[in-house]
């Protein structure tokens, strides 16, 4: 089978997601690397919905919905008492969205970081409230159309460097990953699910109505992120530094990857070349 | 009118304690696999206890030092539903911080026990003995019992992770902050069998378990919620009698006997005192010295608030004359929370007492015995209808 | 502790009086959300679509992946009779289409073709069942002719090939220089074609009209593809000592003539002026081509251009050759002026830019027919002789077109040898697949070719084929890769390998026609259709 | 009942003071209770702790109003803070300081005041240094002497609890202050 991705399932059909999302299809392939022995913690955000309202459930893990500020704590939790059983194989996965991890979930997140609690904590970021029908989060990027930006999300601002804020805390494992990169995808998740400690994995999660493209383009729109270097794959190495784990497979300039998008629509052409000198700059200093 | 002198029964050690320490001990007899906390005066007595019975092998706990209250609940929350027993504390500022998991995790029927060392909220700024933490978070669905002494505190810890398990409501174990927490006085610690017996090792039902998965807390269509919310409420309706056998079986294990209700010279009382936690020993004192100068004045302690025991309260209501309810936190705008609680509980009540609303203390304010004479003594003048703040 | 109800969908032991879900969401029929539904489709190759000759590449490649080599041989020799040449020489319209193209590389489809065709050498095609009694004349042994005689002998048709020249082959044999398709392949090749076919085959036989109206008498059918004349002259340069036509040029340079002179210029941009320059060059002398357009523009095979820079090869771009002179000494005095581009893209003659003095001057700009046959019902024509110049894949085309034209008329009804209309075509797909450039056949460096006629491109070795045939993606076949089920979010998607090729089935219940499934396979079999 | 009110400064120890005072009673089968005046600790501020005693349990759980006894951890607190308060007519009053007793004429209260060089006891067994001697253990044997509160021994067994260091010197310390406080009894 292709990448040697089991058959098994463990994301049920008939979940709520809509259609092309990517934090469903991410979810699917997590589980599938982590295996029946994961249980996932899951704050506030669309999953929350994806999930399957009670009395169903979208996933044949064990899952457990938690406040919105919560997830690393309660992940934390879940870690120590499986601890105390005995349990020390199970993989527990906190499964969070942009505002559950960079926004009111930073404080728990960082207390887990910081206590190494033994725990993977998965970002799927999809650059804003979507749950909620689009508004701003810190993880929006500039540029980007919300409710709540609705002339775009000011170039001053731009989009919080979480993986920066982790690195400060030498985590076991700090990754950036998307499902629109399968292999390096697959090949991060195994790796995570080896490790011990806190582990973090940042994935870029398409959002068809929220960034406004087409269900059926939503990986290729992902691709040109990565493609871009808007959203680079990378790992922290032992010295605690971010490398490029793939480059940028075919590069395009940034515009392509804005252009694809309706919620880019206010960006102006003069606009662009100093973002593309921000994105080359970051890049590089992955190489 | 006195405290219970507890008779000491065999397999029990002696002991002098700070009504923290006392906390201490008794989640040390629950064995919890999990403790998380976060610290805040004055509850910190409780978790450095535990930080030291846990260094010291005494307790053979995971202890998640957390980054705040919210995180040390929430870590609660996810130890419990992965089916361990599990312990926090708090205070004040803390409690409130954790007020949206307090209802997540009722809300997610798990049993857990918590204990709030009673305390103000800001602002301004105050760390002394207050009930608002506590009496503003009684509608999150825990069920809540206040202690008096150092020995309530610790028996109270024992006996509600029994009710927490039997009845999957979270229970929230009070003690007044400074004069419950941080008096040292002289107790029972039992013996680790004896509350082995009482309280066996924790069988988890419907947790995260790889073997048998499931999903907890779900989100939930309006049907469906208000049936959780009906059997949640149901729950509580059955914690009366839970509680009271749980009491019984205690009593008859440990020889301290409690109730949802405890009374004190009330039998031919006309007047009657409702009180709760440390500031009920003051009280006692006031009423003997009142009932030798012949008035007829008993004691109420409320050791349960939620939920209400409003057909005991209004049965031994029945026949009085007034009844003075003590508050030491205020729902302004409507007076004493208690004083509420109990009219509510009345409402309908053929023969009911005035009831008097008095706001006796508020963050730490001293309450001495006299305090409580002279407003026994002057209720006459008083007005059932106004909440009476002492001068 | 009591239970509750709630719908009858839920089995009420599963209910709890706290939150508790145990059911799968699969209850959910999610797949009343779509506006649009996805199908699978079988559809034609990029390919295939690109050779005129409609070869299913794929096909055969698939069959060699298999470890099947006799069966993919024959496979492809069913419809191009002569691998191991056009393996060497096909402009490969295949590989410019290939999806796999601007991923990593495309297939190299040639070569493999070539390595197949080599293997083929000592292979007799299969012998025709049975006879069918009649018989077909073909004039001209070249690659149209040599494509209907194949067609037409494995049918059992008696076939009879005339040739003017003294060895088969056409242009193939005295068009392109031994170093991109050495004579001994050629001749082996056509001897295994006409020996195991039982192909009648007369060399040194012209037919002139008389002698077609004696074939026409004799035979069912007459082919005639003779093929072309010699290349015309440019306008303002006249025939004298020192000025060649192309082909001619290669004949004489093939038979192993010495020229005078040392230095030649070249007219056009073909592979005709391509391969006259580069064979001059292995004669030991300086070539400049001159060609009125662009780099880009140039008919001649990218390769080959490069190739011939390369070996020392001078191209002059953008450049007319306004009047030729003879001059003293027999050399030839070029007048050069500069191209003026239209808008329209046409080009005429401007200003004067140069002088140019050379030992021989090469036209190789086009060839004409130098027949004109009476038409009749039974005459076919193909190939060059019918539409031109063209590659050596349209005249296959032809030839074989012919054939098949011929066998219909006689009731011999054969299958389309074309695919499904749609074409398959989905490159973006393939970004999620590593790049896998491949393998490229070894070359003689530059240095060496240029004193040699010795085959510029070596052959792939059996493991190279085979790792570079399984690069074929097999586009507009569903190969079971597990694309669409992997990027499905819904798990709607599920390949059906039980039968002889993968189905691939979608849970329409639970399909929320999002397109991901069509968005990610590279083969583009999977349709979104509207949803009704 | 017995109320016991102790004056000290953060960081002198007054609560420990309170604590042992209350566990050596404990020790001795009766009822005690001990707690401080409540608050955020600071080094230096006046602070006070309270002990009451009893045959019963004791129920009453409001601040010592009025003491029968009163200790005094430094002397400079005997002049700045009310120590004397609500004091019980007759009651005990022991100072910590080099002054007589009669230094101490201008309380108001009906009171019997008793000073003694508790710090020099404490200095003279190396606890603590002249900035801030450590004189929980002289302390309580000067005043349970005086008070008569709880046996001697009682008090040397409640001490390792709350002072595990220089058990020696505290002890020894103790026993001489106890002594030196026989000397007081009037």
Redesign the interface.
């Known amino acids: 089978m292709l990448w040697n991705v089991t058959t098994a399932e463990y994301l049920n059909s008939g979940h709520m997601a809509c259609p092309g999302c990517g934090a469903s299809l991410s979810m699917r392939h997590a589980l599938k690397v982590l295996g029946e022995e994961t249980i996932v913690v899951l704050p506030a955000c669309c999953w929350s919905i994806i999930a399957g309202g009670f009395p169903t459930t979208a996933l044949s893990v064990p899952l457990l919905h938690v406040p919105f500020a919560t997830a690393a704590a309660c992940a934390s939790g879940v870690r120590r008492a499986l601890l105390s059983r005995g349990r020390e194989e199970v993989t527990v996965m906190a499964w969070a969205g942009d505002g559950g991890t960079f926004d009111i979930g930073l404080q728990a997140l960082s207390g887990a970081a910081e206590r190494r609690e033994d725990f993977l904590y998965v970002c799927y970021d999809n650059e804003a409230y979507m749950n909620t029908g689009i508004q701003q989060s810190s993880a929006t990027p500039a540029g980007a159309w919300t409710t709540t930006t609705p002339a775009g999300k000011e170039f001053a601002y731009g989009k919080k460097d979480i993986l920066e804020i982790l690195r400060a805390h030498r985590p076991a494992y700090l990754v950036t990953a998307t499902i629109a990169c399968p292999e390096d995808f697959l090949a991060k998740f195994a790796a995570a699910r080896k490790r011990r400690g806190f582990r973090f994995i940042h994935l870029l999660s398409p959002c068809p109505p929220g960034w406004k493209i087409d269900s059926r383009d939503s990986l290729a729109v992902t691709r040109l992120a990565v493609d871009s270097g808007v959203f680079p794959l990378v790992e922290m190495d032992d010295g605690g530094r971010l490398r490029l784990t793939c480059e940028p497979a075919h590069p395009v300039p940034v515009a392509d990857y804005l252009r694809a998008q309706g919620r880019f629509r206010t960006v102006r052409d003069e606009d662009l070349e100093p973002l593309q000198r921000r994105v080359d700059e970051r890049l590089e200093s992955f190489r | 009118m006195t405290s219970q002198d507890p008779v000491t029964p065999a397999r029990h050690v002696r002991e002098m304690l700070l009504g923290s320490d006392a906390v201490a001990h008794g989640v040390r007899l629950c064995r919890p696999a999990v403790v998380s906390a976060y610290p805040i005066t004055p509850q910190t007595h409780i978790i450095e206890t535990l930080s030291e019975m846990v260094d010291r092998g005494e307790l053979p706990a995971e202890f998640i030092k957390v980054e705040s209250e919210m995180s040390a609940i929430a870590a609660c929350l996810g130890a419990v539903s992965a089916g361990v027993r599990a312990f926090t504390a708090t205070s004040s500022q803390g409690l409130a911080m954790m007020h949206e998991i307090l209802h997540w995790v009722a809300g997610a029927r798990l049993p857990l026990v918590m204990v709030n060392a009673n305390r103000a909220l800001g602002a301004p700024w105050n760390i002394w003995a207050d009930q608002s933490d506590s009496l503003s978070q009684r509608d999150t669905g825990w069920l809540q019992l206040y202690g008096e002494t150092a020995q309530e505190a610790l028996d109270g810890v024992i006996i509600a992770y029994r009710v927490t398990e039997a009845l999957r409501v979270p229970v929230m174990v009070m003690l007044d902050g400074f004069i419950g927490s941080h008096t040292m006085e002289p107790l029972f610690i039992p013996d680790p069998g004896l509350v082995d017996d009482y309280l066996p090792p924790y069988t988890p039902v419907d947790y995260l378990d790889p073997d048998n998965p499931l999903t907890l807390c779900a989100a939930t269509a309006p049907d469906s919620f208000y049936e959780l919310k009906k059997g949640h409420a149901r729950a509580m309706e059955r914690a009366f009698d839970v509680l009271d056998k749980t009491f019984a079986e205690f009593g008859d294990r440990f020889g301290r006997r409690y109730a949802a209700v405890e009374t004190a010279g009330t039998d031919d009382a006309e007047i009657l005192v409702l009180s709760t936690g440390a500031l009920t020993g003051t009280v006692r004192v006031a009423l003997d010295r009142l009932r030798r100068q012949g008035v007829p004045a008993g004691l109420l302690k409320l050791r349960l608030v939620r939920p209400f025991p409003r057909w005991q309260l209004r049965h031994l209501l029945t026949g009085r004359r007034r009844v003075i309810v003590l508050n030491r936190a205020v729902s302004y705008g409507a007076g004493g929370i208690l004083t509420q609680e109990l009219r509510a509980a009345c409402c309908g009540m053929a023969d009911a007492p005035a009831i008097h609303d008095v706001i006796v203390s508020l963050g730490g304010k001293e309450v001495y015995p006299e305090t409580i004479e002279e407003i026994v003594v002057r209720a006459d003048e008083l007005s059932p209808d106004e909440s009476v703040w002492r001068p | 502790m009591e239970t509750l109800q709630f719908d009858d969908l839920i089995a009420p032991a599963d209910i709890r009086e706290y939150p508790v879900s145990l059911t799968t969401t699969e209850a959910n029929l999610t797949g009343s959300w779509k506006f649009s539904r996805p199908r699978q489709a079988k559809k034609t190759a990029p390919c295939r679509d690109a050779c005129p000759l409609g070869v299913d590449i794929a096909d055969w490649l698939h069959l060699l992946v298999r470890g099947e080599r006799d069966a993919a041989l024959h496979r492809l020799r069913a419809v191009n009779p002569l691998p191991a040449s056009t393996g060497r020489v096909c402009p490969q319209f295949c590989r410019r289409a290939c999806t796999r193209r601007d991923h990593d590389a495309a297939v190299r489809s040639g070569a493999l073709e070539r390595y197949i065709g080599d293997y083929g050498l000592g292979v007799p095609f299969p012998v025709p069942a049975s006879a069918t009694g009649w018989s077909v004349a073909v004039i001209g042994s070249g690659p149209a002719g040599l494509a209907a005689a194949a067609s037409l002998a494995a049918a059992g048709v008696a076939v009879t090939v005339y040739e003017r020249e003294a060895a088969p082959g056409g242009m193939l044999r005295c068009g392109i220089p031994a170093y991109r398709l050495p004579k001994e392949i050629l001749a082996r090749e056509i001897d295994n074609l006409v020996i195991s076919l039982g192909i009648q085959l007369c060399c040194n036989v012209p037919v002139d009209d008389r002698m077609l109206a004696e074939l026409l008498g004799e035979h069912a059918f007459v082919l005639a593809a003779p093929g072309l004349g010699g290349s015309p002259l440019p306008a303002g340069i006249g025939a004298g000592p020192g000025v060649y036509r192309g082909l001619e040029l290669l004949r004489r340079l093939a038979a192993g003539e010495v020229l005078p002179g040392d230095r030649f210029a070249v007219i056009g941009g073909g592979n005709a002026a391509i391969d006259a320059a580069r064979s001059l060059v292995r004669h030991g002398r300086q070539a400049t081509i001159i060609y009125r357009r662009g780099i880009e523009e140039m008919p001649a095979y990218p390769e080959e251009r490069r190739e011939a820079l390369e070996e020392g090869v001078e191209i002059r771009l953008g450049t007319i050759v306004a009047a030729a002179r003879g001059v003293d000494g027999g050399r030839v005095e070029l007048d050069l002026h500069e191209a003026l581009r239209a808008a329209d893209g046409t080009v005429s003659t401007g200003s004067f830019s140069d002088r140019l003095t050379v030992d021989g001057l090469v036209a190789a700009i086009g060839q004409k027919a130098s027949w004109q046959p009476e038409s009749h019902k039974r005459l076919l024509t193909a190939g060059d002789f019918h539409h031109g110049p063209a590659s050596v894949a349209e005249a296959l085309a032809g030839g074989r077109r012919a054939a098949l034209e011929m066998l219909r008329r006689r009731g011999m009804a054969r299958e389309p040898a074309v695919g499904p209309a749609e074409i398959a075509a989905n490159p973006a797909a393939l970004a999620v697949l590593a790049p896998q450039p491949g393998v490229d056949p070894p070359r003689v460096p530059h240095r060496e070719r240029r004193n040699s006629f010795r085959e510029v491109c070596g052959p792939l070795s059996a493991e190279e084929a085979l790792q570079e045939a399984a690069r074929c993606l097999r586009c507009g076949t569903c190969t079971a890769c597990g694309l669409c089920w992997f990027f499905c979010p819904d798990q709607a998607v599920v390949i059906d390998q039980r039968g002889v090729e993968p189905v691939v089935r979608f849970d329409y219940d639970h399909c929320k026609g999002c397109g991901l499934c069509a968005a990610s396979c590279p083969r583009g079999v999977i349709d979104m259709e509207e949803d009704s | 009942m017995i109320e016991v009110r102790i004056h000290g400064r953060g960081g002198q120890g007054a609560v420990i003071a309170s604590?042992i005072l209350?566990?050596a009673c404990?020790l001795a089968g009766r009822?005690?209770?001990?707690?401080?005046t409540?608050?955020?600790e600071r080094r230096g501020a006046p602070v006070a702790a309270f002990v009451r005693l009893d045959d019963?349990?004791?129920?009453?759980?409001?601040?010592v109003?009025h003491p029968d006894c009163v200790a005094v951890m430094a002397a400079r607190l005997a002049e700045t803070v009310a120590v004397t308060a609500g004091i019980a007519p007759g009651g005990l009053v022991l100072i910590n300081s080099d002054q007589p007793a009669t230094h101490y004429d201008f309380f108001e209260e009906d009171c019997r005041v008793v000073t003694l060089n508790i710090g020099a006891v404490a200095l003279a067994h190396g606890l603590g240094s002249v900035t801030m001697p450590l004189i929980n253990a002289p302390l309580l044997g000067a005043f349970a002497r005086l008070t008569g509160m709880v046996p001697l021994e009682r008090l040397v067994e409640a001490l390792p609890r709350f002072i595990p260091a220089k058990l020696g010197a505290n002890e020894a310390a103790l026993r001489e202050a106890w002594a030196a406080g026989a000397k007081l009894v009037r």
């Open positions: 604590q209350s566990y404990f009822y005690a209770q001990s707690f401080p409540f608050g955020a019963r349990p004791i129920d009453l759980r409001s601040p109003a």
